[in-house]
Structure formats: C-alpha cells, structure tokens
C-alpha cells in the first residue's frame, strides 16, 4: 500500500525486447523509488527481467551524463569540459549549416533502438532530417534480413497472438534464447508445458532456456533452412501435410515439394551437425502434433542465408494447417500489425522533392571512410548518432573506431552514459532516460499499444531527444510548424484514430482489434493472399523464388587458419550494449567470457578461467574462457555486448566479427564469423 506521499505512474519499457513491458514507477518527493511491472496489464503480469527491475539504478546512476559537454582532448579520449545548451546548439547548428551548404547528403544521422519509442526513436528526429536532406539510415543491424524472409512469404512482419502458445501442444523455440531475451513468452510456454505442450529448443548453443526444454537441437551456425527444409521433406514422405490448406492458401506447392524432397534427413544431417534420428523425431512430432506452434527469433538470421532461413522456417505453418488454430503458427515478430502513421510522425513530406542516398548502418566502418565518389556521393563530414552506440555494436569495430577517430568528421552524440562512442563525440549531449519523457510504443511480441508517461522531472540538463532536435532545428533557422509540436502531439498523432488515445491515458495500454487466429482461413498479406512458397517478385528480380540453405560465408575449416566457428549472442543481463555499466548487472557477468568446448579447449591446452586470444584476419579479442558444454563442438560463444573499454585489451567482439551482408534484406552477419583461440601466455 502506497503511503500518501507516494505516486505510480504508468510508463513502458522502452528497450530493444519483443516483450514491450508495461511499467508502475513509485515516485516519492519527485525521485523514483522503484519500477515494477504493470499487474493489470495481462501480458506483463507484474513481472520484469532483471535488467529492468534495476532502471532506478540506470537513471540515478552516478556516471550519468547531467550536461551538455564539448571535446577538449583527442579524438577518443573522452576528454570534454561543460557547455551551456545554448553554446552547444549554436555551434552545432553553423556547424551543420556550413557542411549542407556545400551538400546536406554529407550529414548522416546514425540511430536505432536503444529506445524502441515511436516519439524518441524517429520521430522529431526524422522530421528533422528530413527538413536538412540529410542522408538516409538503412536500419538494418538487427532484424532486416528476418523481416525480409518475412515479408516474402507471410507478406508482412505478421504472426500468431503470443498468449494462444500457451494452447500449443509442440512449441519449437527456433533461434531464441526466451529466458534472456523474451522472458513473457517463456511463462506462456511453460504453461503449455504444464498443460502437457513438448518444448523443442533449436540452437547452436545450450541455452539457459534449452536447459528447460524436452529437446535441444544443437545444430550448426547458419544451418537452420537445411532442417527446415529436411522437416519439408519428412512431411511429404510420410504425408503429415494439410493439402486442404495447402491448395486453397498457399502459392508454389510443386516447386517447393521439389527442393525439399531434394533434402532427406541424412544430408541435413551433415550439414547440420546433428543426428539423422533428432531430425527425423522433430519431423514427426510437427507433422503429427496439433496445434503446433514456432516462436522464431532474431538470432538465426544473422547469417549470409539468414532471410532464406526465417522463409523456410516461414513456411512450415502452411503445410501442416497449423494456422487454422489460435494456438498454432508461428511468430518472429507482429510490429507489422500495428497501425503506425509514420508518414505523419516522420513527414516524410518535408524532403521535397529531394531523395538523399541511402547508406547502410552496418557498413558504418567502411563508409566512413570512403572518399567522395560517383557512386558514393559526398563523404561523410558529420554524424550525429542518437540511441546507438555503433563503436560497440557495429561489425568490424576496427573499421568503426578508424572512421569516428577521423579529424574532419564532425560528430555529435545524444546519450545517458559516456559509452565507447561517446568517448569519440564533439559535442556530448545528455539525454532523458524513459522516466523522464512522452512516448508510445508499438511492440514486436505481442499486439498491445503502450504509452509512457515521464514519472520524474529530467535528472541535470538532461533533455528529450525530441526538444534536442526542436531546439537544433529552431537554430537552424527551420521554422516549420511540425518541427515545434510537443512530444504529446507527438503520441497522439503515431497512431491517430487509430488508437484511442483516452484509453492509453486512462490505463497505459490498449490491444488492437485482431483474430485470435489470423490466418485460419488465409488471407495472408501478400499480394495473392497466399503464403508464398514461391515469391513472384523475387523471381521477377532473376533471384531464387524458393527457399533455400545458402551456407555461411566463413565456414570453419578445422585445417585452416580459422577452425572455429563463432556466434555473440547477447548476455543475459546485457541488452546489446545497454545495462553494461549497471554495476549489479556487470556482476552478475563477473567479466567478458568466451564459452569453449572442453574438446576444443583440450586440444588448445585452454583451462576454464584462462586468458584466450580470439582472433582472425580483422583483429583479435582478449577474453576469459569457459570451458563449458554450452558450446558445440567446433563453435565458440562470445558473450555479449561488453563496451570496448572494459575489454581487457580495450576490444569486444565486434572486432572478429565482418560487414559482409545477408542474402536479403542488407542485414549484417554476425554470427558468421570464422575464428581461432588461443590461450596467453
């Protein structure tokens, strides 16, 4: 019970999970005391991760930026002295001004999810970009490949409702570790599991969330769209197939019958790395159990074949008529249900007649440092990078770190900590946490609209992304009215009457009108209305129109100079980057780790607790080793995502891994990354 003095205020969380938490913050003489889980909202339950459990402990943080700051020492030494705002934003504006002068298309803003919010994402800052011409973002580091596969067969970043796994009879849990990473769902799927579902756990690693699993399938990095389309090739044999729902709902059944009956259990086997048997079990389970259900995550399409993967996999669902029920199909994401008006957020409209390049933020190392060109166009004089930390999380951190070093780049950073970035900035600008600011959030696990409500004042200067971006555009000279609307304007206008915005207010969510089983009877968002197994427009580009396993660009060679293959999954009290400097959650890490096999430490004279040099043709990596059989045979885990200075030889993963990009959708790869270890001496 709530002393008279206290109040809660209704918030969500706002970090890169499909859970989209709603939030309780208890506030007390206008300080935070405690942030909870929202009781009454029904997919939250009341309950948080750990990370979020701790957001008292990141707002209050005593390394919090309070106060704009400008470089006084070398670039990336992190050495910066007090500014006023005023100061700050005057200088930034003429410096921005003179490089549009000569081409706008040289200022390039560098952004993705470190807040998944609609308002503090890209809202202002779009129309702000959009105003100057800026270069374009292509947003890709995380999900792009996945969406594409997608798009390309569902039609749309479509999927169950994830409440209804909970009526599953067989879940596979396919590329995700849900305990870490998707902990709401993991309670409706041991609900299932009470209720008597089997759980199979598909990954290359034995995750916390395999543990608890029936089954774990430990297959090979970039190997997923061989067992799915083996899976395909069981179902036809034994004919565990719904032709009903087949003939009426599908497009290209002969033709993907053809490949996958090219794929017999026997050869997936091989390149899987797993035995015949546990393919063959799967095959029978999924074709035999109703209903059947997949929650696919992210972590298998970051791989050169990673759209062609999430497409096999997509098409599963279909030929068993798992969709005709509620707890049956499959969910990689459902943000492409959500009514978003992002035209009116973004006003794409204020580009005139302009239309600036597009640059790919997963190839930042080599595009800064291109020279102006033909084909490239001007090179990039200024970033300003806002809910990223690319020095960290960027491919082929070298490359990253030799670009944001460069003297005549001008760089502003919008930030809570001083993170390996920020070390690298111009001018550092403090920005709120989420409980400090508006903002409304879609989500990519489950199908409710959330609203956050700022439950303190701005701890120092700190501002809103948003009013950084109104005041830069006011000294700018912009003097549109769209670039002075407030953030609550701004909350409104995301979603319209679409939403009703007195319900947001009146309980900090709202659950979009849909089907309980979308697609039991078809009418999938693609143009036929079908599930495309074969997609007409990926022929009409003269590209493969069927699913297919494309093998990973680094494949290990155990005779080569790089015999191990590596994945960096996200630790699991990190989220990327973020939380890694809250102290409670950097202990419970202890340190940066790599997991090792004991056979591959054996062979390498590695103990558990060793000092390893990971290393390949890009860089190296010094980390302690566990040797433990979380990791496969012949594949190493770099835990993620340590920033780079607390390193222990001032690098983190990234620095191994390439910006080399998928089959679809420019996503980066990786998890296809090819290494060596060895222990320090």
């Not at 003489?29 to 009341?46: E, I, K, W």
């Not at 009903?244 to 050869?267: C, F, N, S, V």
């Amino acid at each position: 019970m709530n002393s008279p003095d206290e109040t809660q205020v209704r918030g969500a969380c706002p970090h890169d999970c499909p859970d989209t938490c709603a939030l309780v913050t208890t506030v007390r003489d206008g300080v935070a005391t405690r942030v909870q889980g929202n009781p009454d909202h029904p997919l939250t339950g009341g309950v948080l991760c750990a990370k979020v459990s701790r957001y008292t402990e990141r707002t209050y943080h005593p390394d919090r930026l309070l106060y704009p700051q400008k470089r006084v020492g070398p670039k990336g030494a992190g050495q910066f002295q007090r500014v006023s705002w005023d100061e700050a934003l005057t200088d930034i504006a003429a410096r921005l001004q003179a490089i549009a002068a000569r081409d706008p298309e040289a200022v390039l803003p560098y952004s993705y999810a470190g807040t998944m919010g609609l308002v503090q994402g890209d809202g202002m800052a779009a129309r702000f970009f959009n105003r100057l011409g800026a270069s374009r973002l292509d947003q890709t580091i995380c999900a792009s490949a996945g969406t594409a596969g997608l798009m390309n067969t569902l039609g749309g970043k479509v999927g169950m409702k994830v409440q209804f796994f909970a009526e599953a009879k067989l879940i596979l849990i396919w590329g995700s570790n849900s305990i870490g990473s998707n902990l709401h769902f993991w309670r409706i799927a041991q609900e299932a599991k009470r209720q008597g579902a089997r759980l199979v756990c598909i990954d290359p690693r034995r995750t916390e969330t395999a543990d608890k699993c029936h089954e774990h399938i430990a297959l090979r990095p970039g190997t997923d769209a061989a067992l799915a389309l083996a899976l395909m090739h069981e179902l036809i044999q034994h004919d565990w197939l719904d032709h009903d729902y087949i003939a009426q709902h599908t497009l290209g059944w002969a033709e993907l019958r053809e490949r996958a009956l090219q794929w017999p259990p026997e050869r997936a086997a091989e390149v899987c790395g797993v035995p015949v048997e546990q393919i063959q079990r799967l095959a029978r389970d999924y074709g035999t159990t109703q209903p059947a259900a997949i929650r696919l995550n992210y972590g298998m399409q970051r791989v050169h074949g990673g759209g062609n993967a999430v497409r096999a996999v997509a098409c599963l669902p279909a030929l068993v008529g798992a969709w005709r029920h509620r707890g049956g199909g499959l969910l990689l994401s459902s943000s492409g249900q959500f009514p978003v008006q992002r035209q009116v957020l973004q006003r794409p409209d204020l580009l005139g007649e302009r239309r600036p390049r597009l640059i790919n933020m997963s190839t930042i190392g080599d595009d800064l440092l291109r020279p102006a060109s033909p084909d490239f166009g001007p090179a990039i004089e200024a970033l300003v990078v806002y809910n990223s930390n690319p020095v960290a999380v960027a491919p082929e951190s070298a490359k990253v770190v030799a670009g944001f070093q460069r003297e005549d780049l001008f760089t502003v950073v919008l930030e809570h900590f001083q993170t390996d970035t920020a070390d690298h900035a111009d001018y550092l600008l403090p920005a709120t946490t989420q409980l400090e600011h508006w903002d409304v959030h879609l989500a990519y696990g489950h199908t409710d609209v959330l609203l956050n409500r700022p439950a303190i004042a701005p701890v120092g200067e700190a501002l809103p992304n948003s009013e950084i971006f109104r005041r830069l555009a006011q000294k700018m000279g912009f003097d549109d009215a769209c670039l002075a609307e407030d953030d609550q304007t701004l909350c409104r206008q995301a979603f319209g009457e679409q939403v009703n915005f007195d319900t947001l207010l009146a309980q900090g969510f709202a659950s979009l009108p849909l089907p309980d089983a979308p697609f039991a009877h078809g009418g999938f968002p693609t143009p036929s209305g079908r599930c495309e197994f074969l997609n007409p427009q990926l022929v009409a580009q003269g590209l493969d129109g069927l699913p297919q396993h494309l093998p990973n660009r680094e494949l290990p060679d155990p005779h080569g100079p790089w015999p191990l293959a590596m994945i960096s999954p996200p630790a699991r009290n990190f989220l990327n980057s973020t939380f890694v400097n809250v102290n409670s959650l950097s202990k419970l890490e202890t340190e940066p780790l790599l997991e090792i096999h004991p056979d591959d430490a054996a062979a390498r004279q590695i103990r558990h607790g060793d000092v390893v040099r990971v290393f390949n043709a890009r860089g190296e990596y010094h980390c302690k080793a566990d040797v433990s059989e979380r990791a496969r045979p012949g594949v190493v885990v770099g835990l993620g995502l340590w920033w780079r200075k607390m390193g222990l030889n001032g690098t983190n993963v990234n620095q191994l891994t390439g910006q080399a990009l998928t089959d679809m959708g420019r996503g980066p790869t990786f998890y296809d990354c090819a290494v060596q270890v060895s222990a320090l001496a």
